[in-house]
């Protein structure tokens, strides 16, 4: 990482909590009201620290606000790389035809002293220079008149690059081969030419220890399995990801330990062949089965259920009650049964585990010997590994799989906002799922939409819904008239059902969020009729008192009809904890003018007529009185008065009449009426 990066990843990480998503972080942007984590930070190619906001801040605006210049982005000049473009050519490969005749060449152009590398093919141009393309060219395998010339039983080794198989003729005296492209040209071998090499030959695919490479040499051996005699992947014992052959050798590898392991690995493809199965069942034929429940009408056995929930909310709060219950053997809230303690594993992609998962899991009273967690330092992706967590579920007995959060399980070549993408990621981890009776629980965000019903409020697409037999919405309730603090304090959250394929709908579930030490946990407090609808719908009446309550603030801060700075108004309001929104919304309902000026906006509050008011009640009829809404918070002794500019609505709910609202909007002292504080609003003296 570049020392640029580090410098602008400190100053994030002194605002907020930063998460890492796979190369970039990912925190809360400072130049908006940033709810939702929305600016991405990641290393360019020369080193410079890139930020990006998804909500649209420019650049310029979002290093002001982080205390920042323009030139802490870039990394110092001596840092920088001496050249632009890339680089210089350091080898090249020449690739013939059967025949010996010069078909292209592969080239490596790359920096003294730098890991980037950039490989370019060319094809001669008939007067002996080249073209940077391969246009018209057949491609062929790397040696291909090594390969041809073999004998039938000659073992071909395949690598991954044209300067691995160069050390492992003159290193091991093998006859080997690669396509031009490393790891991108893995559909090479699908081709009549690349086919032909190999066809009815040994043939030894040997990865990189990578990702990369174990997926390169997956794909190669789908595509030469009917042609090649036998086919074996031999994987060397490498200390570190990323190292090949090379490494291997250097460390005093030889041909003689080579073949032993060649001799030791099992063939490929080559499972005793089963008689053609029809392709349709009966369904007579097809016994019922009855869903069993980890958790009574909300966690099927064997089944995928999905939770969905802001970041921050008590998504993994509330895995560590349904996992402390399942560990120790004690019955799930309003269950009379418990099944036996079972053993869960846990892929957490986001919470470390001495730091977060196992502090939670203490003060939720789990039995730590049944849980596993995944080894965050053996790289995972779906559905390239779904065999090898399938293998871990089967050796532990676990009966309980968590992925928190499964969309950054996904490899590189499979979008969570696909639905076929996200279909067939899980399918192979699914069906083994089934088969074993493991719940399979998995875990993500809500999107930055405002409206829609909640199966619209899920990060990514549709599928996750679809492929769920099961999901819940968890969030807060919005406040509203007559609410309690059951229903509006920030540490009470409710578990709605979404979807239910397998059964009847569970109650809502009201949850509170409890110190433990120097953790937390989650509490049941009883059932509610709040809906996933309801925590999805948007929070109009808190959003109105902090507008009323910026209003009072512009109020009072332009009261002299004077000019005065938009900035000023933005730091009084930052002191209070409004967003610039916020504050925005609420200008639009006053008399202010504004004016930009050579050293930014001023605003000013004038005389004019009545503007319009963001209002919690509905439109009042002329000649007729209006019910207005209540709004009630025992836990709150602070009130705040609403001026003459904002909506009197009267606490109890009892109704006013046009007369009241005209003299309230007039200044009538008599008029004014006070309205109780939401949790989230200050008093202003």
Not at 61 to 84: Q, R
Not at 124 to 153: T, Y
Request: net charge negative.
């Amino acid at each position: 990482m570049s020392a640029a990066v580090d410098k602008v990843l400190a100053v994030l990480e002194s605002f907020g909590q930063v998460k890492r998503v796979g190369a970039e972080y990912v925190t809360q942007c400072q130049a908006h009201d940033d709810h939702d984590p929305s600016l991405n930070l990641k290393e360019g190619v020369d080193g410079r620290a890139l930020l990006k906001c998804r909500a649209g801040c420019a650049v310029k605006d979002i290093v002001a606000a982080l205390g920042l210049t323009m030139a802490d982005l870039f990394p110092s000049k001596a840092e920088a790389p001496k050249h632009n473009g890339l680089g210089p050519c350091v080898a090249e490969y020449l690739y013939q035809t059967i025949h010996g005749k010069l078909a292209y060449k592969s080239c490596r152009f790359q920096f003294p002293g730098s890991r980037k590398k950039t490989f370019l093919l060319f094809r001669p141009d008939g007067k002996g220079g080249w073209i940077a393309n391969l246009e018209g060219v057949e491609r062929v395998p790397f040696g291909l008149r090594e390969l041809m010339a073999a004998s039938p039983d000659e073992t071909i080794f395949i690598l991954e690059g044209e300067k691995l198989v160069l050390l492992a003729r003159e290193k091991l005296g093998i006859v080997a081969t690669t396509n031009p492209g490393g790891a991108g040209g893995s559909n090479l071998w699908k081709t009549p030419a690349f086919c032909k090499a190999v066809k009815g030959k040994n043939v030894v695919l040997v990865p990189d220890n990578d990702q990369p490479g174990e997926k390169h040499m997956a794909t190669i051996a789908a595509s030469i399995v009917d042609v090649a005699k036998s086919i074996k992947v031999v994987r060397l014992p490498l200390k570190n990801e990323g190292d090949d052959l090379e490494q291997w050798l250097a460390a005093s590898g030889t041909r003689e330990q080579l073949m032993a392991l060649v001799e030791a690995a099992p063939l490929y493809g080559t499972e005793a062949a089963q008689p053609d199965e029809p392709e349709t069942i009966t369904l007579s034929t097809v016994e019922p089965r009855r869903i069993g429940w980890l958790w009574f009408a909300r966690f099927p056995s064997g089944e995928m259920v999905v939770i969905t929930g802001r970041p921050g909310v008590g998504k993994g709060l509330l895995l560590c009650y349904i996992v402390s219950r399942y560990t120790t053997g004690r019955p799930m809230h309003g269950d009379r049964v418990a099944l036996p303690a079972g053993h869960v594993l846990w892929i957490s992609m986001e919470d470390a585990h001495d730091t977060s998962l196992v502090p939670r899991l203490l003060a939720a009273g789990a039995d730590l010997s049944r849980v596993h967690a995944w080894n965050l330092t053996k790289p995972l992706s779906l559905p390239v590994d779904a065999d090898r967590i399938v293998a871990e579920l089967k050796r532990l007995a676990c009966t309980v799989l968590i992925i928190d959060p499964a969309p950054t399980l996904l490899d590189k070549d499979h979008s969570s906002n696909n639905d076929a993408n996200v279909r067939q990621s899980f399918a192979a981890l699914s069906a083994a799922c089934r088969e074993l009776g493991c719940t399979m629980i998995l875990v993500r965000h809500t999107n930055k939409r405002t409206l829609g019903d909640a199966m619209d409020r899920g990060g990514g697409s549709i599928g996750w819904t679809g492929m769920a037999r099961v999901e819940f919405m968890l969030g807060r309730r919005p406040v509203e008239e007559g609410a309690t603090v059951a229903d509006t304090h920030e540490s009470v959250v409710t578990l709605a059902t979404v979807k239910n394929n397998l059964g009847k709908w569970a109650p809502s579930l009201n949850l509170a969020i409890v110190e433990a030490g120097e953790s937390a946990r989650m509490e049941i407090i009883g059932e509610t009729e709040a809906t996933a609808d309801d925590l999805c719908a948007p929070d109009k009446p808190r959003t109105a008192l902090k507008t009323g309550t910026a209003e009072d603030l512009i109020r009072r801060i332009l009261a002299d009809g004077q000019w005065h700075r938009q900035r000023e108004v933005m730091a009084a309001a930052d002191d209070i904890e409004i967003g610039e929104k916020t504050v925005k919304r609420a200008k639009k309902t006053l008399p202010v003018q504004s004016e930009q000026r050579s050293d930014g906006w001023w605003w000013r509050l004038t005389q004019g007529d009545r503007p319009k008011t963001l209002s919690l009640c509905p439109p009042d009829p002329v000649g007729e009185t209006v019910p207005l809404p209540s709004y009630n918070n025992e836990y709150l002794d602070g009130q705040r008065v609403i001026g003459p500019q904002g909506h009197p609505c009267p606490s109890g709910g009892q109704a006013v009449d046009n007369a009241a609202l005209d003299a309230s909007f007039n200044g009538s002292a008599s008029a004014q009426t006070s309205l109780p504080l939401d949790g989230d609003d200050e008093v202003l003296s």
